[in-house]
């Protein structure tokens, strides 16, 4: 049998706890433990188990979807013990019973989850529903979690359909200004999803599971009067996830006015499928067409390859794919059925998409709460509406606002796209290109960037993105801001003044036309507007004490 162990060179600290990924060689391999303290004791009946065991202190060994393919889904744990050793001791002394070990890094140990963070948990302790809430983890949520969970000082609005304020995920923290009609439910999945509440041993966990809900009805389009009552009265965030295809400039007007007032607005693009569209990439949908305003559409993001997924359809016999990381869309096929070849995006499967769109999330399998509350079931979306991923972005700028509450439209707006994971790359996305934003969001790297912009004692990084179009204007008061494989050509405006330094590093391109610009400032007499928020025991978690 092969056994495989990766392993990453020692801190030049001794490590309490030693992190660690271990694969099993069946589903139906479970170890079998009892916690006496803060330890596991092993209770099986497989004595070399049980010698290795024995020589080590285990703090947690469990299953978990983190790290995990569809292959490997259920036969990978996740283990904290005192030393690093025991994982090679693992895998040559019971490789009848794992076949894998990987040290996890200290840098992914930054990491924070609630006590309802579904099948992914990891050091937190899932004691509510038992879902696969995967599409958090490719957010980075746990890395953003690290340093906010949200504040009940930053409010999201929700202008969504009809919410109860005395529900388990909203009690406590939500304000409702008029009546909304239910909408099957619709409020309760973006509220839940924006902002329900976490570590409540209920449910599953909002993006931002902290912050505070404003409540309001959805449409008057032409005013937007409902998203101004909130702006008015403080809202940080407004959710939209509705829209309509005419443009009014009261409702830009109002747009800007509460931009003014300090309210971000997040809205889906809408789910016209791309192939049912006459004047593809010019259909817009408003508000998220919007000026100032984040427009969010679709991108899959459950498996890594391709082959992590590969289905057949039973009446044609044609295979296709489902769901597979940074593709747009939901559904790949494959030309002349030949699955080692290039994909491609069935486009039905594309909902609306124009250059007015500005960052992508997770589409399918999102935990849909309004059907538990109408039904009693849980279920999940399956098809890519927008609806569902625009809260996952207003729980993103919610974290981003508990942790410095002092950044504006524009800071927000770039530090979404600059932290977002590319998908220019993948080639089955080119006919779409330019339709689809920054790219996939990740809320992790968009939290710690806001932390290191303002940390004098860190470095903030800006990589691995091309952008031709689009205003960048940061400010930065950490040690050094480096860029570095990174290009803003053409139409693209970069505005960076820091306190410090700023480096430019390998393959970068700095390269506007006339209708583009890079202006890079050193002030060193730039001083914080306001101080981090930090989540309480930063820098701490469960299993990780970092060194001074």
Not at 77 to 93: A, G, M, P, R
Not at 382 to 394: H, N, Q, R
Not at 444 to 468: H, P, R, W
Request: negative net charge; hydrophobic residues 35%; contains cysteine.
């Amino acid at each position: 049998m092969l056994l495989c162990f990766i392993t990453s060179f020692s801190s030049v600290f001794s490590q309490e706890y030693s992190w660690f990924y271990l694969r099993a060689n069946d589903t139906l391999i479970e170890p079998k433990f009892e916690r006496v303290d803060d330890v596991l004791v092993y209770i099986g009946d497989d004595l070399k188990l049980k010698s290795v065991l024995d020589q080590y202190t285990i703090y947690e060994f469990k299953k978990t979807f983190r790290n995990a393919n569809k292959k490997n889904l259920k036969k990978t744990f996740f283990v904290v013990s005192n030393k690093e050793e025991i994982v090679k001791d693992l895998l040559t002394k019971t490789a009848h019973l794992f076949e894998f070990g990987e040290i996890i890094d200290e840098d992914d140990k930054k990491i924070f989850e609630p006590n309802d963070y579904g099948n992914t948990s990891t050091i937190g302790e899932n004691i509510a529903w038992k879902t696969n809430l995967d599409y958090l983890d490719v957010m980075g949520l746990p890395k953003a979690w690290y340093y906010t969970t949200g504040s009940k000082d930053i409010t999201i609005g929700i202008s969504d359909g009809g919410i109860d304020s005395t529900n388990t995920e909203f009690k406590n923290k939500t304000k409702l200004f008029n009546y909304s009609r239910l909408a099957k439910g619709h409020g309760y999945s973006i509220a839940a999803t924006a902002a329900g509440q976490g570590d409540n041993g209920f449910g599953f966990t909002g993006v931002c599971y902290d912050c505070s809900i404003y409540g309001s009805s959805y449409g008057k389009t032409k005013t937007l009067s409902n998203l101004m009552e909130m702006s008015k009265a403080g809202a940080d965030v407004i959710n939209c996830s509705w829209g309509t295809t005419k443009y009014y400039q009261t409702a830009q007007d109002a747009i800007y006015e509460m931009i003014d007032n300090g309210t971000i607005i997040v809205a889906s693009a809408h789910n016209k499928k791309w192939i049912k569209t006459e004047n593809k990439g010019e259909l817009r949908y408003y508000p998220a067409s919007y000026d100032k305003v984040i427009s969010v559409a679709t991108v899959m993001h459950r498996y890594e390859t391709v082959l992590d997924y590969i289905d057949i359809e039973e009446d044609n016999g044609n295979y296709f794919a489902l769901n597979i990381r940074g593709y747009l869309g939901r559904t790949l096929g494959f030309k002349e059925n030949d699955t080692l070849g290039e994909p491609f995006i069935h486009p039905i499967s594309i909902r609306t998409l124009n250059s007015d769109v500005d960052i992508l999330g997770p589409g399918v399998g999102l935990v849909r709460y309004g059907q538990y509350k109408i039904n009693n079931k849980i279920k999940f979306s399956e098809y890519g509406a927008t609806s569902g991923i625009a809260p996952l972005i207003s729980g993103t700028v919610g974290l981003m606002l508990s942790l410095q509450p002092c950044l504006n439209f524009d800071e927000v707006d770039a530090i979404i796209k600059l932290s977002a994971v590319n998908i220019d790359h993948i080639k089955a996305n080119k006919p779409w290109e330019g339709y689809y934003g920054a790219g996939m969001i990740n809320a992790g790297n968009a939290v710690e960037m806001v932390y290191k912009l303002m940390t004098e004692t860190d470095t903030a990084i800006i990589q691995n993105q091309s952008f031709s179009r689009w205003d960048f204007k940061l400010t930065a008061l950490s040690k050094k801001v480096v860029i570095q494989n990174q290009k803003f050509t053409n139409d693209a405006t970069l505005n960076l003044t820091a306190k410090n330094r700023i480096v430019i590093g390998e393959n970068t391109v700095l390269k506007p036309n006339t209708n583009g610009s890079i202006i890079l400032k050193i002030d060193p007499t730039l001083e914080k507007e306001c101080e981090l928020q930090l989540r309480e025991g930063f820098p701490n978690n469960k299993y990780y004490f970092p060194k001074e």
